[in-house]
């Protein structure tokens, strides 16, 4: 039996950060490790310029670095196929065709949507490419016939038009050639929206508060150190809040049973480390040094492989075209089925043929 495929992609406006890999690339890997999938990872370059168009250069500095981190974390091409999204031509001519399937105000209910157009700025002058992407993402998820999504919770609203436009596409054309995709959320509740380092309720490369995967030592120390806590946790005596708290969040979303056994004995797990909190008597410092041994000891084989990969960025870009190259014919075999579904296909079509070809 074919092996059921899983889709995603990263825009390439930035090196990837602690948000990306809680809410994605852990499952990810996880994934691509069982043997049981056909992984497609995709950089999603023609989504970045719907909001950098007048910033190509941001785009094609950051292709790379987006290629470093997926290796970095895991990810690895015998396992997985890497592409980039603009070379794909079916990934231009799938939204024309669902274009014609989605209304003005749907898109205009996105909530993702909504909301990136405060965060950017947006709301007198939106692009049009901006306003059609979910659009242009039911194409990417459609195109390899992706059934798992694997992705943070901002990107639900995403899955949902995709499997409207799968709906509509086979009901509309009498086919059932394009498959119903679902989201795989993280299975941690806090890695669904992994906030920021300053509080904020997403860790965004937007919205510059973000703990990179890349960071060295130094700066991953400092980051720590200066992160949003407990505004109400003055004294070490008063008692803290850690819902909320980013640094329990983190520490919720990366810590084991090992690390306080290793780090901080006098806890046996996180759970007593927060009722400590909770009741009064444990410092912000303290909790922000343990957060920093956890998250040092899990950055450190990332940050190694990372610059291993670096030393031959060539090799990087031949991953890249061979990845796209396996994608194109994947995805030409849909677009070429969508083709015949709406009857389209003239000059291949021979009940069409027949018509007038004595
Ligand atoms: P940008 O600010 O350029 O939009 P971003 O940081 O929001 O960047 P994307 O490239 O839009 O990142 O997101 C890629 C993937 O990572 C998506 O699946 C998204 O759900 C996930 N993701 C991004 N940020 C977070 C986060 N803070 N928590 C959980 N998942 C996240
Ligand atoms: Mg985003």
Redesign the pocket.
């Known amino acids: 039996m074919a092996k059921e495929i899983i889709l995603?992609?990263?825009?390439p406006?930035?090196a990837l950060?602690l948000?990306?890999y809680?809410?994605?690339l852990r499952k990810r890997v996880a994934m691509q490790d069982t043997g049981k999938y056909d992984t497609f990872v995709m950089i999603?370059d023609l989504q970045?310029l719907t909001d950098n168009a007048d910033n190509p250069e941001k785009i094609r500095q950051n292709i790379l670095e987006v290629m470093l981190d997926y290796l970095a974390v895991g990810l690895t091409p015998d396992k997985t196929t890497f592409l980039v999204q603009s070379h794909i031509p079916a990934l231009y001519e799938l939204p024309m065709y669902y274009s014609n399937l989605v209304t003005m105000s749907r898109l205009e209910r996105n909530p993702t949507i909504k909301n990136?157009i405060k965060m950017r700025d947006f709301e007198r002058s939106i692009p049009v490419g901006f306003m059609t992407y979910p659009i242009s993402q039911a194409a990417d998820i459609t195109a390899f016939k992706a059934k798992y999504v694997?992705?943070?919770?901002?990107?639900l609203p995403m899955l949902e038009q995709a499997r409207e436009i799968v709906n509509s596409f086979n009901r509309i054309y009498k086919c059932d050639i394009l498959v119903e995709p679902e989201a795989v959320l993280?299975d941690n509740a806090s890695?669904?929206?992994?906030?920021?380092i300053d509080g904020n309720t997403?860790?965004?490369?937007?919205?510059g508060n973000?703990i990179y995967l890349k960071d060295d030592e130094k700066t991953l120390k400092q980051k720590i150190m200066s992160m949003f806590t407990d505004p109400t946790h003055i004294n070490v005596s008063d008692p803290g809040h850690t819902e909320g708290n980013p640094v329990f969040i983190y520490l919720e979303a990366f810590s084991t049973d090992e690390d306080f056994a290793n780090f901080m004995p006098e806890y046996k797990n996180l759970a007593e480390m927060k009722e400590h909190y909770e009741r009064g008597g444990l410092g912000d410092m303290k909790c922000k040094k343990l957060l920093n041994n956890v998250m040092q000891q899990f950055l450190a084989p990332i940050r190694a492989r990372r610059e291993e990969y670096e030393k031959d960025k060539g090799e990087l870009l031949n991953i890249l075209r061979k990845g796209t190259e396996r994608a194109i014919e994947v995805s030409n075999q849909t677009v070429s089925e969508v083709r015949n579904a709406i009857g389209i296909n003239y000059f291949n079509d021979k009940s069409f043929l027949e018509r007038f070809v004595k």
């Open positions: 995603t992609g990263d825009r406006t930035g950060h948000g990306h809680v809410g994605s999603a970045a990136e694997p992705v943070g919770e901002d990107q993280p890695c669904n929206r992994l906030v920021g997403k860790m965004s490369k937007s919205l973000c």
